[in-house]
């Protein structure tokens, strides 16, 4: 499958990664190599085939549903870029 | 006799510890000193002195007081960076992540600690474990202590684990701990002479080591001896609540397991592992293996694993999927890197070009693009399909047999610029062990000689799910068949 500059664009949106429209080009070839070589799965005939997830074939454990961590807001804070007040802040998201 | 401390085994120093012919102390001081000559080598991205010599004194005042001593007390060992460590900085080779310092401890980490050992500080990897060469890094690439005859160009430890395996193949560690997503622990043992376990998934809590993708990552050690590896993978491992997919099952005494004894053992030769234009020297190596199991009792075996080639194209689309999910949490806002911006979107997008390198951007992208609206069936689904129909294989073999013995890697080590422009040349170096990431098997490597330009190579044997002990006993019957004394010339 070959990706255009289109779709590549779409999908650093999707991820949200600032890509240069210079880049995206050299970018969408890159990937397309990449994905083509994937498509080799595509010879084998997968019809009926469970899809695995994980490799524990168990369910995971419940607990009680309590609280048993946190109250130190100083420690959640600690690595933030830009904390004030005790919150974690972002650049102003309503007009 | 200090000067030669850092050389001895984790087997051995425990024993010359027990003995009092040196203390704790005296170890940590001889691997410091070994890290600070050499440097050159990039292994460390942080390093831990003050750690280092204050849990020594620890260590040597439980022993002079006669208080109880943990499985790995006083033994100096160096930390991937992927492993969060209380008020030490964890970046797991990423600029996003740079000046990081996690307010906990990783519970496998946290377990060394309680066994006594000591740390000697924080080791470069590929950026989020993502490399087979550890060139991805931010804080750069790590060297080689091997190199090839009459030919001082440095060469790639491997990766993503590079700074675990030039640690200890440098003697700057007794051992290290590593994480193996798809041969991330594997590869660099092979490619620096080192043993390196990737236990089964479940088998190591992992809890506070950062996420590349949740159902492949394990957690594992690497050293200089098989034994030193069960020591080091029986204090890792066990249950850990804060993880549910860790695995509530008892940690056997591994070392029990090292009898030697592989009479009437079934070993696996998968022919699906000969690869077209493969190596001789690699083909050599895996029949001298099973040569010497041969010799030492066991049955070899060949066996079949049809889907082995969809192996490496299933894994580029399960484990960048994940990753696409485990890297959002990369958003300027909590911790690491922030970039500003006008909006909010703005801020994540710059944030994250800036913080992530290359190849982390590219797995992003192409996780995003097939977990994407429209594509998700077409490749996300086909790729567990394909992991159903890759774990059959290996029900279907170890019905057959105990153990599957295999080269670790393609090749011996390349030099950094020989074999790392193409991405899917890359990809290539997990060939061989990838397998046993996407079926959650155990995996160990151990090296089986020397090249003809004199690298090591390595032998990887697959075991059943949580059968870790055939790994140690088999691996250390090839140990001592190979007895691979060598070391790199000036370590």
């Excluded at chain 1, 600690?78 to 919150?87: I, T």
């Excluded at chain 2, 909010?344 to 192409?366: C, H, N, P, Q, S």
């Amino acid at each position: 499958m070959s990706l255009d500059s289109k779709t590549v664009a779409h999908i650093a949106m999707l991820a949200r990664i600032k890509v240069p429209e210079a880049e995206l080009a050299a970018l969408a070839q890159e990937l397309s190599g990449i994905m083509t070589w994937i498509e080799q799965l595509n010879e084998v005939d997968t019809t009926g085939v469970e899809p695995m997830s994980g490799v524990l074939h168990r369910n995971l454990p419940q607990r009680e549903d309590k609280i048993t961590d946190g109250g130190y807001p100083d420690k959640i804070l600690l690595n933030a870029p830009d904390a004030a007040h005790g919150f974690f802040t972002v650049p102003k998201v309503v007009e | 006799m200090s000067a030669e401390l850092n050389s001895l085994t984790i087997a051995g120093a425990l024993d010359g510890l027990a003995k009092k012919a040196f203390s704790a102390t005296e170890l940590a001081h001889a691997h410091l000193k070994a890290m600070e000559k050499h440097r050159d080598l990039n292994a460390f991205v942080v390093e831990t002195p003050e750690k280092a010599l204050s849990m020594a004194a620890a260590s040597d005042a439980r022993r002079a007081k006669g208080e109880a001593l943990g499985a790995l007390d006083g033994i100096a060992l160096a930390i991937k960076d992927l492993f969060c460590t209380d008020g030490v900085q964890t970046t797991a080779g990423s600029h996003i992540l740079e000046g990081f310092k996690p307010p906990y401890e990783s519970t496998v980490t946290a377990n060394l600690w309680k066994a006594g050992a000591v740390m000697l500080g924080k080791v470069n990897m590929d950026e989020f474990a993502m490399g087979s060469s550890n060139l991805t890094s931010h804080f750069g690439g790590v060297g080689n202590p091997w190199q090839r005859k009459g030919d001082n160009r440095r060469l790639v430890p491997g990766g993503s684990s590079g700074g675990s395996a030039a640690s200890v193949a440098a003697r700057m560690a007794l051992g290290a701990t590593a994480t193996d997503t798809g041969g991330s622990i594997r590869q660099p043992a092979a490619f620096t002479g080192t043993v390196g376990v990737k236990p089964t998934y479940g088998r190591c809590s992992r809890w506070g080591i950062v996420a590349f993708a949740s159902s492949l990552d394990q957690a594992g050690p690497m050293a200089r001896s098989v034994k030193d590896c069960a020591i080091m993978l029986g204090v890792m491992a066990g249950h850990d609540p804060k993880d549910s997919t860790s695995v509530d099952l008892p940690v056997p005494d591994y070392t029990k397991a090292l009898t030697g004894d592989v009479r009437g053992l079934r070993v696996g030769i998968p022919k699906e592992y000969r690869l077209d234009g493969m190596s001789p020297e690699i083909e050599n190596l895996w029949a001298q293996g099973a040569e010497w199991l041969k010799k030492a009792g066991a049955e070899i075996k060949d066996v079949s694993l049809p889907h082995t080639k969809y192996a490496l194209p299933t894994y580029y689309i399960i484990a960048p999927a994940e990753a696409s999910s485990n890297l959002a949490r990369y958003d300027g806002v909590r911790f690491g890197l922030r970039m500003p911006g006008e909006s909010l979107d703005e801020m994540y997008e710059k944030t994250r070009a800036e913080g992530f390198g290359k190849e982390v951007r590219r797995r992003i992208m192409i996780g995003t693009y097939v977990l994407s609206a429209g594509y998700y069936d077409a490749y996300y689904l086909k790729a567990q399909r394909l992991r159903t129909l890759i774990a059959r294989d290996f029900d279907r073999a170890f019905k057959d047999v105990d153990v599957i013995l295999t080269p670790s890697t393609p090749s011996a080590a390349f030099a950094e610029g020989e074999n790392t422009d193409d991405p899917i040349q890359m990809y290539l170096n997990d060939v061989f062990t990838v397998t046993a990431n996407l079926v959650g098997l155990p995996g160990i490597s151990v090296p089986g000689g020397l090249d003809s330009q004199g690298l090591p190579l390595g032998l990887q044997l697959i075991g059943r799910a949580f059968d870790e002990e055939t790994l140690f006993r088999v691996g250390g019957a090839i140990e001592s068949s190979a007895n691979f004394t060598a070391r790199p010339a000036g370590y």
